[in-house]
């Protein structure tokens, strides 16, 4: 209420001065005060999402609060203060964008370009306040030979795709179609016999899409690599996040669950980085509606088997409380990150000292205490322990023995084959990035064995 005294100062609004919203009604601008129906709840002016855009504003709780520019404001401010407070980008970075085409990877372009255009170090709150902050470019992996149904489909996504970077506001940025069989070799036909094959001896559903999954990410590490891109962006939102929670939960991926939600995952030669993993997908399809900006939806094929029944789980749940994704997300961020999931650290001190400075301010505190001993040879999922022991009793030298204890237990039952005659072909198939780790390790558990040969009880001894 106004107080009608000539002689307050405490900031309140007489009658006559109360701020009229756009659809007539009087607001209180007040922390607390009584909320007019239909206006925005921070600006206390503007008419919400739901009066001014009905069709876009759907079941979101967002569009009944906020006007459509104060809503744009609030997943702005998400995106910077995660780029911001985990150290994401530096001025020096030069960052590559995996554009699948849907709202998420196409509204981080946006924000990126925000963050290009001023030149004041929103990104990084560095020293030097007059130089640009950083380069981008976009990657689309054509998933083609993997989903063959869908060939014609992923065509038309990737010409929609570059049309969309190539209509992007200057600076101009260098798009990179990837066909995934490129991780093979360069000669493209040999890679995708390859890579048909590979699919064609992985039945289980779940581990196909899961597979399909890591040969997409050894597919833009590659393509990082050779463009001399040194950190790769990922559009993974909240919401993505939520279904992989449960689904490494069923899978028995408990252990290395931490080390695929944080904002930042050095474990790759090129460090991944998930500045949009605060924003809920519905609310970046709600800005993308607001903006007429333009998706590829072709390529956003249906999950299948576990992944696919989780995914439509937690879609029935958020339907019901739109805060069930924001809770599942928040109860496994109390995980313990591992000491990959934060920035690398870079030659230059300066910009050491403020990533430093961010990670203290923000108590950002893997565990170097116990870091992972080995990582999954298939998937690269940090193993608790390493499997060494589970070649007790085996020749090291059989190829099935050294996949399978290198190997999650997710993997062994989901992709590897459960013939382990077929092992060796198997092996044959996958790409030469993931068996030169499996010779690697092979290698080493020989050479562990060499160091220990004389302390080993051979098979004739009894023990005693």
């Keep these: 209420m106004a107080c009608n005294s000539a002689s307050c100062e405490s900031g309140c609004y007489k009658d006559d001065e109360r701020p009229v919203a756009a659809n007539g009604n009087a607001s209180n601008p007040r922390r607390g005060g009584v909320n007019v129906p239909g206006v925005c709840l921070k600006c206390k002016i503007n008419q919400t999402i739901a009066v001014t855009h009905p069709a876009v504003a759907g079941s979101a709780g967002e569009g009944g609060r906020f006007c459509a520019d104060c809503f744009r404001s609030n997943l702005l401010g998400k995106f910077r203060f995660a780029v ?237 409380n739109p805060s069930r994704e924001s809770t599942i997300v928040r109860t496994a961020g109390k995980l313990t990150p591992f000491s990959f999931n934060k920035t690398p650290e870079v030659d230059d001190p300066n910009e050491r000292l403020a990533t430093k400075r961010r990670q203290k301010k923000y108590n950002l505190k893997p565990d170097k205490s116990q870091p992972p001993e080995s990582f999954c040879l298939v998937c690269s999922s940090p193993l608790k322990k390493s499997n060494t022991s589970g070649l007790n009793g085996l020749a090291l030298e059989e190829t099935s023995a050294v996949i399978y204890a290198a190997a999650c237990s997710s993997c062994q039952y989901q992709i590897l084959p459960k013939d382990t005659s077929s092992m060796e072909h198997f092996l044959s198939l996958l790409p030469q990035s993931i068996t030169t780790l499996a010779k690697d390790s092979s290698d080493s558990h020989m050479f562990l064995r060499e160091q220990i040969q004389d302390l080993l009880l051979s098979d004739s001894d009894d023990g005693t």
């Design 84 to 320: 911001t407070s985990n150290a994401m980008i530096s001025p020096s970075d030069n960052i590559l964008v995996a554009f699948s085409g849907g709202s998420a990877s196409r509204y981080f372009i946006l924000f990126s370009h925000v963050l290009v255009t001023q030149k004041n170090f929103d990104a990084s709150r560095e020293r030097e306040r007059v130089l640009p902050v950083f380069g981008v470019g976009v990657a689309y992996i054509d998933e083609t030979t993997m989903c063959a149904e869908a060939s014609s489909e992923f065509g038309e996504a990737a010409n929609e795709v570059e049309l969309i970077v190539s209509n992007l506001t200057p600076p101009t940025k260098q798009f990179l179609a990837i066909p995934t069989e490129s991780i093979y070799s360069p000669e493209l036909a040999v890679g995708r016999d390859s890579l048909k094959r590979l699919g064609d001896v992985v039945r289980d559903l779940t581990g196909k899409e899961d597979l399909n999954k890591h040969l997409r990410m050894l597919s833009l590490q590659k393509a990082a690599f050779d463009n001399g891109y040194n950190k790769i962006v990922l559009g993974t939102c909240t919401s993505r996040i939520a279904c992989h929670v449960l689904e490494a939960t069923v899978k028995g991926q408990g252990f290395s669950l931490a080390a695929d939600i944080q904002y930042v995952d050095a474990r790759w030669k090129v460090p991944v980085v998930l500045p949009l993993r605060d924003c809920l997908s519905e609310e970046l399809n709600m800005l993308c509606s607001l903006d007429s900006l333009k998706t590829v939806e072709a390529s956003q094929q249906p999950r299948a088997g576990i992944n696919g029944l989780i995914s439509s789980f937690v879609k029935l749940l958020q339907e019901e």
